[in-house]
């Protein structure tokens, strides 16, 4: 029913205006609504507009680009049921109610100038309007009209600054979601600008609905609410509500639940679970911990990992199991074989791509393409791989759904909402049995959709909050999708939670955050803070802190970049070493593909067939040094003498306009050289290696690559086949690709260079230089080389664990142990020396380190006179039986009577004294 109340308006007029004070009343049509087909029925159009405007609290607006004019004057219009039309040189109509603003020329508060400073300078106006929690119920328009009434320019109004303020409350409350209990089960959804919502309750994942019951508004928090009595555990639900979306009308939307922590098939509907429950507990899972193996942030050593990689081609794994969580749970596999070898020899943590609800793989019938056999270069595979991508098995799965519930494609039974919570318990303690922690991959900087669309859910509850906007009020896609706005309270809110809940529910030790910087350092702070009092322990949070979209440089907060994370404890990702280390850098196509050259792959020292004109010496010695900033971890105040011969911060130092050394500690800094995006190093050496390198080179130099991660302070992070000499036949953007392009072979008989040409639509520019590599059988390794690669891979790890030198923890303990040899104009640039002083540090292992990384194609012989007169000897891993490479043993060598150590081609050797 609507009531009636008058309201007397600033101008002296009285109008009627319409009110919902009866919000809990159900709909007579929403049991219909339940078993609905649609998930969304427009009941009223409303005419679109753009968002131009913008709350920046409970009573103040902002129109940018808009001043008072005179003989002009600002009103705020409201329509329960979306019924405005603004149009110029006409009145409004469809009005319930209007408000004359007064314009506010007072300087904003510090904190609110900070937080809308991106905003482009405009008309500020106060609201004085009563009931405005109502009001964000329906439609509002800001209009500037003449005298006479009529619109000169009007606009809808972006709204979550007024949310955040008006529903401060919500932030805390703490059982959002479905609560089942003993005597009753509590179902609460946050949605303040809803006007009617209804729990629909189902027996199970398919049926008929059992009920339609009206849910209960608390005006102060917006979150609605309803308990049932008994214990709903193993049932099913949804929501139906009645909201206003702008630019579409009022509509009735049903929605999963934003805090699923299950879902049936394809999560259409959520599942009722306590994840406390004795029987969503395997046997064993209250004892099963993870080793203890990371003391401090740069103790971690990670292996990312795909779920249906790991064993969607394994054969040892029973048919069942491929591409699923209980994948990891048959111990003697080929897969868990090789986890638990990297365990032994100095992994700590597996860290799986994004495993929480995805979008974007069919749970009940996703389609296995049937692959040709063709040629190495032959396009029929991957015409034949993407004429079902859609439809198919595979995903990287950055397309989050429901961000607190397991994905449903990696269960043996997703139609079975308790089936997935258990078995992705039985992964993880299959992962701590080989000795591993487990972390995760988080997507919370956009959602798979937005809008009306059937896989958007928080912008159907809640229409206009949980995303980010633009100018016009439209969702910004600069992540790739349509990026959410974690600046919001209950949309940081929702991962706080979410993280959390991982954390204490399934034992995740550390978290990997996707483009982390479109998130505030504030949110990612507190997060960090709130985990470690939760659960008695400092939980690893690392991301990617690249800097780019409608957030780069601060633009509307500060974020958690690269430049601005310093300090925090937060680690991200380094692509300073990475592109040094590779060549080139995100982006390069064409030609320059092959020619940007990076230290390992020949830049000056051995320069391929395409690179024509000599490259000077000192690209190669700036190379030099910045793979030498890795290796100090990327410190900002750690000082060296750089090819020009000047003694430098590392902050000094040059990277694309920004500085080389950027964190304030070690632990804030992830040092990688391959990972999902982009082509896997082997592939990047393809390209870059003269094409008369040998399999056995190739091998070696894809393992500098690995050395130079694992000689590095800070977080040591590897993609899961880099030690196998990975390959997906050159495909730079493989998240589509099926299984086809993201296979691993834990037989180690095939790195999968050369399964025909990669998918078109990202590749085919490169098709003329990537085509005649694919079809040269001299570049790819048998299974020698593999098995070579694999095996200095474990021992890189294995040198790095045999000593805290390698995982200092504090800038300081760099600073002072840490010492380039062969630096400045005259150095060798292909030989980098690192000494590490383990004097006074109960974690060294030795009296002292010393490392050697040779990029070239020839031995090296370096005269270090501050050396001469030392007990060296090379380290132990290198001497010991079945050593991965045998040369260090038998041609390294150090001479005491002069400081000179030798080196083989393309080696990194350690030496040390005991």
């Known amino acids: 029913m609507k009531n009636k109340m008058r309201i007397r308006l600033l101008e002296g007029l009285t109008v009627v205006l319409l009110l919902s004070l009866n919000p809990g009343q159900a709909s007579a049509n929403a049991p219909a609504a339940c078993d609905d087909e649609a998930l969304h029925r427009v009941l009223q159009p409303a005419q679109a507009i753009a968002a131009e405007g913008i709350w920046l609290g409970a009573r103040l607006l902002q129109w940018p680009g808009v001043h008072a004019e005179a003989g002009s004057r600002f009103k705020l219009y409201a329509s329960r049921d979306g019924l405005l039309r603004a149009e110029p040189g006409r009145r409004v109509s469809g009005a319930d109610g209007a408000w004359t ?32 929690k109502a009001l964000h119920r329906g439609q ?65 994942g398919s049926g008929r609905a059992l009920s339609a019951q009206a849910m209960r508004l608390d005006p102060s928090t917006g979150v609605w609410s309803l308990a049932l009595p008994g214990d709903l555990t193993g049932s099913y639900y949804s929501y139906v509500l009645d909201v206003f979306v702008r630019g579409v009308g009022l509509v009735r939307n049903r929605v999963t639940d934003p805090y699923s922590v299950s879902l049936t098939t394809d999560s259409r509907r959520s599942y009722v679970a306590n994840l406390d429950d004795p ?90 393409p049937k692959v040709p056999d063709a040629g190495s270069d032959s396009e029929a595979q991957q015409a034949a791989v993407m004429a079902v991508a859609a439809s198919d098995c595979f995903n990287w799965g950055y397309d989050p759904f429901h961000f607190n519930a397991p994905e449903g494609s990696y269960s043996t039974d997703p139609a079975d909402g308790a089936r997935r919570i258990i078995e992705f318990r039985r992964m993880v303690m299959g992962l701590h049995a080989v000795g591993l922690r487990v972390g995760m991959d988080m997507v919370y900087n956009h ?51 979410s993280v959390l809940q991982w954390a204490q ?191 056995e080179d190739r091998a070696r130099v894809q393992m500098l690559g690995a050395a130079i991660t694992a000689f590095s302070q800070g977080v040591a992070y590897f993609h899961a086949g ?12 493989s998240y589509d690709s099926g299984d086809w392009f993201n296979r691993l072979d834990w037989s180690y008989a095939d790195n999968h260079f050369g399964s025909g040409a990669p998918p078109k639509a990202d590749n085919g520019a490169m098709y003329p230089f990537a085509l005649p590599l694919l079809a040269n059988p001299a570049i790819k ?72 990384v040779n990029v070239g194609a020839q031995a090296q012989r370096l005269r270090i006179a501050a050396e001469q007169g030392r007990d060296y000897e090379l380290h132990p891993v290198h001497l010991r039986p079945g050593a991965g490479d045998p040369r260090p043993a038998v041609l390294a060598r150090y001479d005491a009577a002069d400081g000179s150590f030798s080196i083989p081609s393309r080696s990194a050797v350690v030496f040390v004294e005991k």
């Open 505 to 695: 529910a399934y034992k995740i030790e550390s978290f990997r955050f996707d483009l982390m910087a479109h998130q505030p350092r504030a949110a990612m702070e507190a997060l960090q803070a709130r985990l470690d009092a939760a659960l008695g322990r400092h939980i690893n949070l690392i991301g990617e802190g690249w800097n780019f979209g409608e957030v780069a440089d601060g633009a509307r907060f500060v974020q958690a970049s690269q430049l601005s994370l310093n300090g925090s404890g937060i680690g991200t990702f380094s692509d300073r070493t990475r592109d040094a280390v590779r060549g080139g850098g995100h982006g390069v196509s064409g030609e320059a593909m092959l020619t940007s050259q990076g230290y390992i792959n020949g830049l000056v020292h051995d320069p391929n067939e395409r690179v024509t004109t000599p490259r000077p010496r000192s690209e190669l010695l700036r190379a030099a040094d910045l793979v030498r900033v890795g290796l100090a971890g990327s410190l900002r105040d750690y000082a060296m003498t750089t090819h020009d011969g000047a003694l430098k911060r590392l902050e000094q130092l040059d990277y694309n306009g920004q500085p080389a050394g950027y964190v304030s500690q070690p632990g804030e800094v992830v040092n990688y050289v391959e990972n999902h995006d982009n082509q896997t190093l082997f592939d990047i050496n393809v390209y870059r290696l003269p094409q008369t390198t040998s399999r």
């Open 447 to 497: 959602t798979a959709a937005s809008g009306q669309k059937d896989t958007s859910v928080l912008d159907r509850i809640v229409p206009g909050y949980y995303q980010r906007l633009n100018a016009r009020g439209e969702v910004e896609q600069s992540t790739c999708c349509d990026n959410t706005a974690t600046e919001h309270r209950m949309m940081a809110k929702l991962m706080s939670d």
């Open 140 to 204: 509002m328009l800001l209009v500037q009209e003449r005298a006479n009434g009529t619109v000169l320019r009007a606009t809808a109004l972006q709204t979550a600054a007024a949310l955040d303020d008006l529903y401060a409350a919500a932030e805390r409350v703490d059982d959002l979601g479905a609560q089942p209990g003993p005597g009753s089960t509590r179902f609460k959804l946050w949605a303040p600008t809803a006007q009617r919502v209804s729990l629909c309750r189902y027996a199970g």
């Open 279 to 368: 029987k969503l507990k395997p046997a064993g899972w209250d004892a099963s911990r993870a080793p203890a193996k990371v003391l401090a942030q740069t103790d971690m050593v990670i292996y990312e990992l795909h779920v249906r990689d790991f064993s969607i081609g394994d054969a040892s794994v029973m048919p069942a199991h491929r591409g699923k969580y209980l994948a990891f749970t048959e111990p003697e596999s080929n897969g868990m074989r090789h986890l638990r070898a990297l365990g032994a020899a100095g992994l700590t943590d597996v860290h799986l791509l994004p495993v929480f609800d995805i979008a974007s793989v069919p749970e009940a019938a996703c389609i296995t």
């Open 781 to 852: 390794p048998g299974p020698a080389e593999i098995a070579m690669s694999r095996e200095m891979f474990r021992d890189l790890l294995a040198i790095r664990a045999s000593s805290g030198l390698f995982r200092l923890r504090t800038a300081a303990e760099v600073r002072a142990r840490l010492q380039f040899h062969n630096t400045g104009p005259q150095q060798n640039p292909v030989l980098i020396v690192g000494r590490l002083d383990g004097r006074g540090h109960a974690d060294a292992g030795f009296k002292t380190v010393l490392y050697l």
């Open 101 to 132: 603003l007064a314009e506010r020329t007072a300087p904003l508060p510090e904190a609110l100038a900070q937080r809308f400073k991106y905003l482009q300078a405009g008309v500020r106006l106060s609201v004085s309007a009563p009931n405005l």
């Open 722 to 733: 880099q030690d196998l000499l990975r390959s997906k036949s050159l495909d730079g953007n």
